[in-house]
């Protein structure tokens, strides 16, 4: 059943991307300290822990990794920006095939309860109850380039930026690698004379619905793809509902999902 369970959640294409990005193993000189274990039965912990949405001490024991230490070897993966990296090599990968639509970027947030920690604050839409904000931009096909976690009051368009200067250098079928897509789509929270002006600045054509002139349904037949694009975020249970106490934790989650939803792409694709 480990076999079976571990090889589910991560295939042996997937662990031939992620394995050579893994931070390596030191002992200590002086001896003592954390004992080596299999990296590829802790990552399937990671990843059981990110679908299901359990606790790490409900942790089953048919993976043959304790809860401390598949918990401990996460928060060392995430201080090593090991989610980074991984979702760039998945993007990587898809942008080799030409399977990244880079004619437009869409923009959207969405919000979740937390528990506790940092990055949360009261909810706006949530009778102020505390909660932290998923932001997250998307290729033209809603498959997830740029994320991020801020506070639930935090406005949308504080994140817009970020997200657009966090867009990696992804391979290209041929030529140099891109970041730069051709739009950018976003509702009219995001709306701002400055935003505006950044955007041409860059080269980047704007379509953000402008308000009290034009309605976010008109970005519809293109919203959707956004809002997809959450909603398969969100069908990883641990992000429902956020208990981790550190803002980091959650984001590392949040972008292992991202990485996990580009390469689900990239497995219909070699199949």
Known sequence: MR???SRRLVPDELWELLAPLMPKFVSRPQGGGTAPVEERAVFAAVVYVLTSGCAWRH???SFGVSPATAHRRFSVWTEAGLWRRLHRAV???LGARG?????????DAASVRAKRGSLTGPNPVDRGKKGSKLHVLSEAQGLPLAVAVSEANMHDSQAFKPLILGIPAVRS???PRRRRPGK???DKS???TEHLRWLRSRNLIPRIARPGIESGERLGRHRWKIERSISWLFGYRRLAVRYERKGSHFLAFLGLAAA????????????
């Open 173 to 175: 079928r041929r030529g």
């Open 3 to 5: 076999v079976d369970l």
């Open 99 to 107: 399977d990244l639509d880079w004619s437009s970027a869409i923009v």
């Open 59 to 61: 942790l089953p024991e």
């Open 260 to 271: 996990l939803t580009c390469y689900k792409r990239l497995a219909k694709l070699t199949t």
């Open 190 to 192: 995001y709306y701002s």
């Open 91 to 93: 993007l990587d990968e």
């Open 184 to 186: 950018i789509r976003a």
